[in-house]
Nanobody
Framework: QGQLVESGGGLVQAGGSLRLACACS????????MSWYRQAPGKERSLVAS????????NYADSVKGRFTISKDNAKKTMYLQMNRLKPEDTAVYYC????????????WGQGTQVTVSS
């Protein structure tokens, strides 16, 4: 069973930066498409960014393009999200996800890390 553990969340002022990490175990990390999602209070969980298994392709929500950077280190089995120029509307619980489509419908989720951006 896959395990994903997020870290790096916290309280930061608007305009500041944070780097989230997602440490993974229990599955073949190099085969997974990895993603960051976030969920703000009263809102649905939404995709922030994703990266293919090789790291060769990335995708971002329009709201974070140019400010956030997703990356992964297959040797360390860890995914990252560098968040710069943070805004109050970035406040949410951030979750990491591993999925294996189209080979398998299996997916794993972390428990989330809180990011709070003060104005």
């Amino acid at each position: 069973q896959g395990q994903l553990v997020e870290s790096g969340g916290g309280l930061v002022q608007a305009g500041g930066s944070l780097r989230l990490a997602c440490a993974c175990s229990g599955f073949t990390f190099s085969s997974a498409t990895m993603s960051w999602y976030r969920q703000a209070p009263g809102k649905e969980r939404s995709l922030v960014a994703s990266i293919t298994n090789t790291g060769g392709s990335t995708n971002y929500a329009d709201s974070v393009k140019g400010r956030f950077t997703i990356s992964k280190d297959n040797a360390k089995k860890t995914m990252y999200l560098q968040m710069n120029r943070l805004k109050p509307e970035d406040t949410a619980v951030y979750y990491c996800q591993a999925q294996f489509l189209p080979l398998s419908p299996l997916e794993f989720w972390g428990q989330g890390t809180q990011v709070t951006v003060s104005s």
